[in-house]
């Protein structure tokens, strides 16, 4: 079944990312016009860019001024904006339990994840409200939906752009008119073809598959495939308000530290 997505502008925010990147070729595999945002990724924002024949710009969505401006910038340039697939965040690396995560961590991790989602689906559904169409996909993460030890603040964070901000946009969505629709995909472990090729701790990837129906983890472009699906409308038209989950069947995470 065809996409439908030829000729339509994307705008793939922290797209030049690891699974950003994957999703800025993959709309571009579909004839789609490419927007790839940067916010400290410059070469590689510009060395896919001009692979998938792009564009990249660059702006801080924490700022809303930059936000704005960004939109500005593309809407000038191209005319309009039809998907916009919110994939920027902030993950903390180092692993600590509640009661060790410093004050300023919590709130960096929670302003900066909330603050990249409102500020991008802001404008986008301003947009939107112009044109009576466009297609908003948010990159959640199973964080957000089972918790993740020693990730609190992620967690927190995702689980409120997939729940209440995602079901309250799909309404709001709904008040500009059909043709605007909000959905959000939720990753769980994803990894590279290139990771899977250096080799992966098997006792890991046997604890991480262990609440999953499918023994396997996710590949960039399993999140791709379906970023593709929930944004055209020829093949999810009737879909808003959704979560989807790329994690094998996940039923949730064993404890870290545990026997």
Known sequence: MNSDLEDKVVLVTGGAGGIGSVISKSFADQ?????????????????????????AVNADLTDSEQTKE??????????????????????????????????????????????????????????????????????????????????????????????????????DAAQIGNGVRVNAIAPGWTVSQKKIDEGLDQKRVERITSTMSLKKLAKPEDVANSAIMLASDSLSGHITGQVIEIAGGMEGRQIAGTK
């Open 31 to 55: 004839g789609a016009k490419v927007i790839v945002h940067y916010n400290h990724s410059k070469d590689n924002a510009e060395k896919i860019s001009k692979e998938i024949d792009g564009l």
């Open 70 to 171: 960004l939109f500005k910038h593309i809407i000038e340039k191209e005319g309009k904006i039809d998907v916009c697939i919110a994939n920027a965040g902030k993950y903390p690396k180092d692993y600590a339990p509640l009661w060790e995560i410093e004050s300023s961590r919590w709130d960096n991790t929670i302003s900066t994840n909330l603050s990249l989602a409102f500020n991008t689906s802001r404008y986008f559904l301003k947009h939107a409200s112009e044109t009576k169409k466009g297609s908003l996909v948010l990159i959640g993460s199973t964080a957000g939906i089972y918790g993740e030890a020693g990730h609190a603040d992620y967690a927190a964070a995702k689980g409120a752009i997939t729940s209440g901000l995602l079901r309250t946009l799909k309404n």
